[in-house]
């Protein structure tokens, strides 16, 4: 199993990133997948989940301002963030659990990709 993130970058706040997730070496559309962040100091800590039959979960935080999508033809998820603020900072991981269903702790994710700078600062 292979999950490699890209697309992070340095945003001004109030700005846009969309963060892209390609994966391997399973059966991606039998899986949900998911988003966490981790910020300096911090846990990390769920950002957004979509399951094999693309139900959607969201953290309040980031709740109608970030929207996660899928593509099983590219075996890829997404992760477009709008209205970006400074809490958003943090590093952004890419996410597979042994489930087809939404999980939201880090303790039920099975495979990591090596993570994508997101920083937001004017």
Do not use: H
């Amino acid at each position: 199993v292979q999950l490699v993130e890209s697309g992070g970058g340095l945003v001004q706040p109030g700005g846009s990133l969309r963060l892209s997730c390609v994966a391997s070496g399973f059966t991606f559309s039998s899986y949900s997948m998911g988003w966490f962040r981790q910020a300096p100091g911090e846990e990390r800590e769920f950002v957004a989940a979509i399951s094999w039959d693309s139900i959607t979960n969201y953290a309040d935080s980031v709740k109608g301002r970030f929207t996660i999508s899928r593509d099983n033809a590219k075996n890829t998820v997404n992760l477009q963030m709008n209205s970006l603020k400074p809490e958003d900072t943090a590093v952004y991981y890419c996410g597979r659990p042994s489930s087809s269903y939404n999980r939201y702790r880090p303790r039920e994710y099975d495979y990591w990709g090596q993570g994508t700078q997101v920083t937001v600062s004017s």
